[in-house]
């Protein structure tokens, strides 16, 4: 599956910077946040701020990059 | 051994004595209960689920918490345990635990034998009521938990949760006014309040930026009681403390 990219700005409060993920329809997946300062070990990390159908989860996983997301919400679509 | 608290510090008997009044003889028999103290790290398994103990134990100090896990090993921290708090005092009555329960700081916990349990509430048959009224809290405290985590969003259940932490430890004597230590990590409340680290790290942020709280390292300070009580939709009741001080 391609997956398609756009910069987004997410009012969280406090990480502003996101992605939204589209598949090859152009259907709406995911919003990932990318983390601030506030976060220890995982500031500059990924964070599923929203996943929907096979991508919500009450568990919200987060990425090192951008690249270890992806290859998540591919595996997590091939599922099932 | 009995544990080495002067009378007045005993936890267990502090604890009782905030949700039922005790007579000098119970006082005395709860200090000369045969306790072995034992000392263990944090991260630690005091009891697991579907052990058989023959024992229950005492949080003498520092913080437990009760959880349970799904079968692919998600954890849900259902309790937090604090001084004087007998975690696993169903194994008294229920024969296999149905909980497990981690030290989340360096703790020292007293065990105490069922045998010594039985024979303490059939001398002092109010001291079994005073354990019975334990378990009744802790049930009440339970279905607080379950409204809060099912029901409450994240920063109102966070909220929520401090209140109630900062009120049992005041009521055993380990808070100031309204600072106390709390050795619990972001990672702890999100397996307590289910939902992840990352949303329990903004909602400290929302509730310091607030003006509520003060967060530095495992102190925290309350700086609006009446703020934060209103932001957790706190109410002690639940807590069925013999007597609430006029602080809270």
């Known amino acids: 599956m391609t997956l398609t990219l756009q910069p987004v700005r997410v009012a969280t409060g406090s990480d502003e910077e996101g992605m939204l993920v589209f598949d090859e329809k152009q259907r709406l997946l995911a919003v990932l946040t990318h983390l601030g300062d506030q976060y220890d070990g995982l500031t500059g990390h990924w964070y599923l701020e929203a996943g929907f159908g096979r991508l919500e989860t009450h568990d919200q996983p987060t990425f090192a990059d951008l690249e270890a997301a992806e290859k998540w919400i591919s595996q997590r679509l091939a599922k099932r | 051994m009995p544990a080495p608290f002067p009378p007045d510090h005993n936890p267990l008997v502090r604890k009782l004595e905030s949700i039922f009044p005790l007579h000098d003889d119970e006082r005395q028999a709860l200090l000369d209960l045969p306790m072995q103290v034992n000392v263990l790290k944090d991260d630690q398994d005091v009891v697991r689920e579907g052990d058989r103990p023959s024992r229950c134990f005492v949080i003498l100090s520092g913080f437990t918490c009760t959880y349970k896990a799904t079968g692919d090993g998600k954890t849900q921290i259902v ?170």
């Open chain 2, 79 to 248: 309790a937090f345990g604090v001084p004087g708090d007998m975690p696993d005092l169903q194994s008294l009555h229920l024969k296999v635990l149905d909980i497990s329960v981690a030290t989340l700081s360096p703790c020292s916990v007293g065990f105490i034998q069922h045998e010594d349990l039985w024979d303490l509430c059939m001398r002092y048959p109010r001291l079994t009521a005073a354990f019975w009224r334990e378990t009744l809290v802790e049930g009440a405290v339970f279905r607080e938990w379950l409204l809060n985590v099912g029901r409450r969003e994240a920063y109102h259940r966070m909220a929520h949760v401090l209140c109630e932490m900062l009120v049992r430890l005041r009521a055993v004597g380990l808070a100031e006014d309204h600072a106390c230590n709390l050795p619990i990590t972001q990672g702890e409340f999100a397996d307590a309040l289910g939902v992840t680290t990352v949303h329990v790290n903004r909602v400290l942020q929302e509730l310091r930026a607030n003006g509520l709280i003060e967060l530095k390292g495992e102190r925290l300070n309350v700086l609006d009681w009446e703020g934060l009580k209103q932001a957790g939709d706190f109410d002690p009741t639940y807590l069925h403390l013999v007597q609430e001080r006029p602080a809270a």
